[in-house]
C-alpha cells in the first residue's frame, strides 16, 4: 500500500518556509510506501524549485493537491477556505493553534478530520525529532538577536578607538528556552552584555555555559516533579521589582516565554518599559500569543515614548531556507511515527499523539479545547487521570500568571498578518537579497512561476516526466 501525501502553499501573507524539502521527499520516496502530491511553486521562496523535488506529482492549486491525499502537511494553519476542501477523514499535521482558531477546529471536527496540532508537541526525549516549536525557536532566537541589533541606536559590542571606548551595550533575554538560549548565544557572540531571566533556577547552567549571566529574584519556584509551580502574589512583586531594576540598565529585550495552546505570560508592563533608556528596543517572540510585554501587538511596532515594542511573528521564515530543513526532519520523523507499513495508522494511546491530537472521527480529542467549546465542564477534575511520566528537556517551563486573559483577541496562525514592522520586513530582505546571489541555486521568490497543467509528474532534472 501507498500513503499519499500532499504539500501544500502557505496561505499567511509573507510566510516563505515549505513544511518538506526535496532531500527528506527523496528519501521516502526512495524507501517505498510514500507518494507526493506538491502545490506548484510551494518551495519556491524556500529555494526549492518543482523539479528538484524529483519524482511527485505537481498540481496548479491547493484543491487539485489535496484531493484524495491521505495526509496534508503544512507549515501554519490552513484558511477556512482551504480546510473546506481538505478530503473529509484525512490527517491534517501543521501548527493550528486552536485556542485561538475555534472556526477552524468547527470545521475540523465537520469533515471528520484527524489534526494534528504540532505546537503541542510534548517535551520528552521521543520527540524531540519531531518538536517543530524547538527547531523554529532556534531559527527564530537567532534572528530575534539580529533583529534588536539592527533597531537599536547603539553598537552591541565594545568598540575601542582613538576616539575613545564605546561600552557593550546590555541586552536581557527573558525566558531560557530554545529560543532563548539561541538568543542568548547570537547576542554574545555580536558582543553583548547579556543577563537573562527564567522561573526555572535549573536553567541557571545553560543560560551561564553561554557567557550570560543569569538574573537573580530570590525565588525557587521548582516543583516536586521538577516543573516550575505557580508563583504566589509575594513572588509575583519580587520578579516585577527585580525585572523592572534590571531594564533601567537594559538596551534591548528579547522576549521569548511562551506557552504552547495558552497565552502567553505576561512579565514587562508599561512602568517597566517606560524606566529603559532611551532608544530601546524590545523584540517580543510571544507576540502571536499576546505577547510577554503589555504594549506588544502582532506584527506591529508599538512606540512607547521613545521606545518600540516589536511583536515579531514570523522570524523563522526570515531564513525560510534553512527553517524550511529543519522543519522537514520534524516532518520525517512525524511521518515514521504515524506511518505503517503503507498505512496511516497513528498511535493513538501513545503519549507523544495524546498530547498533539486535536480532533479525530468527529469529536475534540485536546482537553483544552473541549473545555474553550464548552463540550465539557468547566469544574470537571483532571487529578483523576494518571499522570504522564516526562523527561524534562532545555525548554522553559513558564508559568501564565495571568490566567483570566481572554484568548479570543490572539491571532491565530491562519491570519494574514498584513501590517509587518518596516524594520522586520528589512531583515527578510537582506536574507532574500544575500540568497539570491548565491550561484546553482533553482526557483526563488523573485522568479516568475511558468504555468503548470495539474498531475504534472517531474521524474527528472530537466522537468520531464509523465502528466496523469
Known amino acids: ?41 510551494c518551495g519556491i521562496s524556500a529555494g526549492f524549485a518543482d523539479v528538484d523535488y524529483g519524482d511527485v506529482v505537481i498540481c496548479s492549486d491547493f484543491e487539485s493537491t489535496v484531493k484524495g491525499c491521505d495526509i496534508v502537511l503544512r507549515v501554519g494553519s490552513p484558511t477556512i477556505a482551504e480546510a473546506e476542501l481538505l478530503p473529509q477523514g484525512c490527517l491534517l499535521a501543521s501548527s493550528l493553534f486552536p485556542h485561538a482558531n475555534l472556526a477552524l477546529v468547527e470545521l475540523l471536527l465537520e469533515r471528520r478530520i484527524t489534526s494534528l496540532a504540532l505546537e503541542l508537541m510534548p517535551r520528552i526525549s521521543r520527540a524531540h525529532s519531531m518538536n517543530v516549536t524547538s527547531s523554529q525557536g532556534t531559527v527564530a532566537g537567532y534572528k530575534a538577536a539580529l533583529l534588536a541589533a539592527e533597531l537599536s541606536p547603539r553598537l552591541w559590542p565594545m568598540v575601542i578607538t582613538p576616539a575613545g571606548t564605546v561600552r557593550p551595550s546590555t541586552v536581557v533575554v527573558v525566558g531560557a528556552g530554545v529560543a ?35 538574573i537573580e529574584t530570590g525565588i525557587d519556584v521548582t ?17 516585577i521589582e527585580v525585572l523592572a531594576e534590571c531594564l533601567t540598565k537594559a538596551h534591548a529585550v528579547i522576549c521569548t516565554a511562551a506557552l504552547p495552546g495558552r497565552a502567553a505570560p505576561r512579565i514587562i508592563n508599561r512602568e517597566m518599559v517606560e524606566g529603559m533608556p532611551r532608544g530601546a528596543v524590545i523584540v517580543d517572540l510571544a507576540a502571536r500569543t499576546g505577547g510577554n510585554c503589555d504594549m506588544t501587538e502582532a506584527g506591529k511596532t508599538v512606540w512607547v515614548g521613545d521606545k518600540r515594542v516589536v511583536g515579531a511573528v514570523d522570524l523563522a521564515g526570515a531564513a525560510s531556507v534553512h527553517a524550511s530543513e529543519l522543519y522537514s526532519r520534524n516532518m520525517l520523523h512525524l511521518l515514521n511515527f504515524i506511518v505503517d507499513e503503507g498505512t496511516v495508522a497513528p498511535p ?7 498530547s498533539i491530537l486535536l480532533t479525530h472521527d ?23 487521570k494518571p499522570a504522564a511520566k516526562v523527561t524534562e528537556d532545555n525548554t522553559s517551563d513558564w508559568i ?20 509587518e514592522s518596516k524594520s522586520t520586513q528589512a531583515v527578510s530582505d537582506a536574507v532574500e537579497k544575500s ?34
Open 362 to 384: 468527529g469529536e475534540v480529542k485536546l482537553r483544552s479545547t473541549a473545555r474553550q467549546m464548552g463540550l465539557i465542564d468547566d469544574d470537571e477534575d483532571d487529578s483523576a
Open 400 to 419: 501564565d500568571t495571568d490566567s483570566t486573559r481572554d484568548t479570543s483577541q490572539l491571532v491565530p496562525e491562519s491570519s494574514a498578518v498584513q501590517e
Open 180 to 214: 532563548g538560549l539561541q538568543s542568548i548565544a547570537t547576542a554574545r557572540r555580536l558582543g553583548a552584555r547579556v543577563e537573562a531571566y527564567d522561573i526555572r533556577v535549573s536553567a541557571r547552567e545553560q543560560v551561564e555555559s553561554l557567557g550570560a549571566s543569569m
Open 435 to 468: 540568497r539570491s546571489a548565491e550561484s546553482g541555486r533553482a526557483g526563488f521568490a523573485s522568479e516568475k512561476l511558468p504555468a503548470v497543467a495539474n498531475g504534472t509528474k517531474l521524474s527528472d532534472k530537466n522537468g520531464s516526466g509523465d502528466t496523469n
Open 223 to 239: 516543583g516536586t516533579s521538577g516543573h516550575g509551580r505557580a508563583l504566589n502574589e509575594a513572588e509575583k512583586q519580587k520578579q
Open 348 to 354: 493513538f494511546d501513545d503519549q507523544i499523539m495524546q
Open 1 to 41: 500500500m501507498t500513503v499519499t501525501v500532499a504539500i501544500t502553499k502557505e496561505s499567511v501573507a509573507g510566510e516563505k518556509r515549505v513544511a518538506l524539502d526535496p532531500s527528506v521527499v527523496k528519501k521516502l520516496v526512495a524507501a517505498g510506501g510514500f507518494q507526493f502530491r506538491l502545490q506548484h511553486g
